[in-house]
């Protein structure tokens, strides 16, 4: 897929989940495309600009879950650059690579907020709620990525 493919998936993502985060923001199982477009366009980006990107995303994701501003922007911007120093660590453009490291990333990333939020780490918020949503934004985005790549090429 073309660079030019993958800001249309990432802007795609960020378009629903802002547009339909009402919708299942109070599941505990739910998509989280916020932090698969913030993986997929920091994989394209070096370090210092996927650490903005990630900035820029952490505060319209605050500003509309009414959550601590400071620390979600810099949770974010963490996130962007670590995905991207990993990304030019391993040097790979691999679809298997993309899906594990956004399927690891969103699940550390639901752990964060929660904690963050100042909701309750359990075991069930953990080990089920978090990898249930970090699977389902995996395969969404897979999902558009391949359907992307089919309108694109």
Known sequence: MTAAGRWLVVAL???AHFALH???SRWPVGLDLVAGGLFLGSL???????????????LLEAS?????????????SLVGCLASWLRHLIYSDSSRFTAISLFLGVW???IALTALAGGELSF?????????SAAVT????WVAERLVSGVVA
């Open 22 to 24: 009402p919708l299942w």
């Open 44 to 58: 394209l980006l070096p370090w210092g600009r996927a650490a903005a990107f990630g900035g820029l995303i952490g």
């Open 108 to 110: 550390v990333l639901r």
């Open 124 to 132: 069930a918020s953990v080990l089920v709620y978090a990898p249930a």
């Open 64 to 76: 509309i879950s009414l959550g601590p501003l400071g620390p979600v922007i810099l949770l974010f």
């Open 13 to 15: 993502l960020l378009l």
């Open 138 to 141: 995996t395969a969404v985005c």
